[in-house]
């Protein structure tokens, strides 16, 4: 029997050890956003807030069998998608996800690259069968170079690209320095989100990003909103760590 009595968020994604990133990042950040977050691990790592050593895969039929054990219970309208070892097993476990459930929302972040330069899958050629199957992805603008030559205009597909603007430069107006933009998959650009001057870095910001912006998904329809949020939050965090994330406050990092 499901439950259905509270919203509910899911992750599908690794163990960083440090608790900046992973599944461990997106269970504190919804706490913190005071939204029930539940978990399945794809893959453990080896790391620590400077260095990715070693991923090792949890196997495909593991997270199949731990989602039906966790569905059988709880009905989620969104999910978010982390690292997976190899594009083949995310692949299959998208497929499975979507045979369940057509109608679910699910948010892609694709770790291609990890921040210390480890190489997350050997082989992109199932990179098109993965787009095909999610909704939303949020590269970083290194990721996106990637990507981009992937996505064909038949996926329904949207990219939300982080840091858009150091790869075309779209505003020439020096009080703006930085931009998030939402493209289609036409590569069309839909939606752009503006902001002025750095906000430092810290580990995991872009695992924030994806995971406010999943959780923005519940909220609102109107993709402004989206990327305002999930901005907003990944400055807080970046300035201030944990103990800076706000909802209500309204974040200014100039």
């Known amino acids: 029997m499901q439950r259905f009595r509270k919203q509910r968020l899911l992750t599908i994604a690794g163990h960083d050890p440090s608790g900046g990133a992973g599944i461990t990042a997106d269970l504190r950040l919804w706490h913190l956003l005071n939204v029930v ?29 731990q989602y039906d054990c966790l569905t059988k219970e709880i009905h989620y309208p969104f999910i978010k ?12 476990v998208l497929e499975h996800i979507r045979s369940k459930d057509e109608l679910i929302t699910i948010v892609w972040d694709p770790i291609i690259v990890t921040s210390s330069g480890l190489n997350t899958f050997d ?46 430069n779209i505003y020439e107006d020096n009080d703006i320095t930085f931009c998030d933009a939402a493209i289609d998959s036409n590569l069309s650009e839909i939606e752009f989100s503006k902001f002025v001057g750095p906000c430092g870095d810290r580990h995991g910001s872009g695992c924030i990003y994806s995971s406010s912006f999943t959780y923005r998904l519940t909220k609102t329809d109107e993709m402004y909103k989206y990327l305002n949020f999930a901005q907003k ?9 944990w103990e800076g994330i706000n909802e209500e406050k309204e974040e200014d990092c100039n």
């Not at 453990?44 to 199949?64: F, L």
């Not at 998608?81 to 299959?92: E, H, W």
């Not at 939050?233 to 760590?241: A, E, V």
């Open 37 to 65: 977050g539940e978990s399945i691990l794809s893959c453990y790592t080896i790391q620590n807030e400077e260095e990715c050593v070693k991923i090792i895969p949890v196997s495909e039929e593991d997270i199949i069998q």
């Open 81 to 92: 998608i982390g690292m997976f070892k190899d594009l083949s097993t995310l692949d299959s």
């Open 123 to 168: 082989d992109l050629s199932y990179l098109p069968n993965v787009l095909a199957k999610v909704d939303y992805i949020t590269p970083n603008i290194s990721e996106w170079e990637i990507i981009r030559s992937y996505i064909s205009a038949e996926f329904k597909l949207v990219c939300i690209v982080k840091g858009y603007n150091a790869f075309d």
């Open 233 to 241: 939050i990944t400055r807080q965090y970046k300035r201030y760590g």
